[in-house]
């Protein structure tokens, strides 16, 4: 059902014709998705996938879709040039036709050296058109069994434009590093659990904004550009020193840093008020906790009244 309104959305866009290689993965391969169920590890035969891709076409036809279909070798059985046979990225044509090429230029070249043989040289001759194009069928022939084509209705009025813009993506727009950074990341899909997690996952990462650090008014841009930065303890945001008007020094030694955000909201109140002390800085942005020298725990407790001990165990387990 999504092959074909994917078909039904591409012919409202002026497209003509559908090419599609019938190629299983096989035993052990990842094509997709990284470490799927075993059962689908089994290697599939090429004719069952094949009917597939013909039961799906079949049903595109039947919505009035799609104009005909056949196997590459039927459709292009009276062609004139190769330059007919689409080549496209990672494709077996993009592979197969520069080589046979540079195969029947070699057996040229050999020719040729034959029958100059002693001479000081040969003359170089063009292509016959007609026997790459056989030398083309042939090859097609072998391998009419891996491709299917189809030709698309045409349309009763002019192609409509697209009016979504294009969204890239570093994921979607390579199986391969779709594959490699699943393996990476050990999104696998080899249950269902793990399934749900990479999923997750995977949306999360095709969703979400590049990460904006630092305050706004921020001298760097918002990027992680290689300085010196702290992070909130609170809600893990990071700042340039520069920003926050911190020394080198200064970030070295500090125990906390709660940004004003946290502060105003009353995320720090765990932190302020036991043990640490408070100092804002230049920037409204950001506060600095320092950590101080305390008395040791026993010492501290036993110049606490009975009341004051009870306080400060109820703040503890509210803390907590």
């Known amino acids: 059902s999504i092959l074909v309104a994917y078909l039904e959305y591409v012919r409202t866009l002026g497209f003509q014709w559908v090419h599609i290689w019938v190629e299983p993965p096989k035993a052990g391969d990842e094509y997709i998705f990284f470490a799927r169920p075993d059962q689908h590890k089994k290697p599939m035969k090429r ?41 496209f990225h990672g494709d077996q044509w993009a592979i197969t036709i520069p080589e046979l090429l540079s195969r029947i230029e070699q057996e040229h070249q050999e020719t040729a050296e034959a029958a100059n043989k002693g001479a000081s040289g040969f003359k170089l001759q063009k292509l016959n058109s007609r026997e790459v194009v056989d030398r083309a069928q042939q ?26 813009p294009e969204i890239s993506n570093d994921l979607a727009n390579s199986r391969e590093v779709l594959l490699g950074h699943c393996q990476v990341s050990h999104w696998q899909f080899n249950n269902e659990r793990y399934a749900q997690y990479s999923t997750m996952m995977l949306l999360n990462h095709f969703q979400r904004k590049p990460r ?37 020094e200064q970030a070295q030694v500090m125990k906390n840093f709660i940004c004003t955000q946290c502060a105003e909201v009353g995320l720090a109140g765990g932190l302020a008020g036991s043990g640490f002390e408070t100092s804002k800085s230049d920037t409204p942005d950001v506060e600095v906790h320092v950590d101080q020298a305390a008395a040791p725990p026993s010492t501290l407790l036993e110049q606490l009244g009975a009341a004051e001990q009870s306080t400060l165990a109820d703040s503890i387990v509210s803390d907590r």
């Open 139 to 164: 090859e097609i022939q072998h391998l009419k069994r891996h491709f299917l084509v189809a030709k698309l209705q045409p349309l009763d009025g002019p192609p409509k434009t697209d009016l979504d």
């Open 47 to 87: 004719d069952k996938l094949r009917t597939w891709y013909v039961q799906m076409l079949d049903k595109a036809k039947e919505r009035g879709l799609i104009e005909k279909f056949a196997s590459m070798a039927e459709m292009y059985g009276e062609m004139k040039s190769i330059r007919e046979i689409p080549l």
């Open 212 to 248: 904006l650090f630092c305050i706004p008014t921020c001298r760097r841009g918002r990027k992680e550009d290689g300085t010196q930065m702290v992070g909130c303890d609170v809600c893990d945001n990071w700042f340039h020193i520069e920003c926050v008007n911190l020394t080198p």
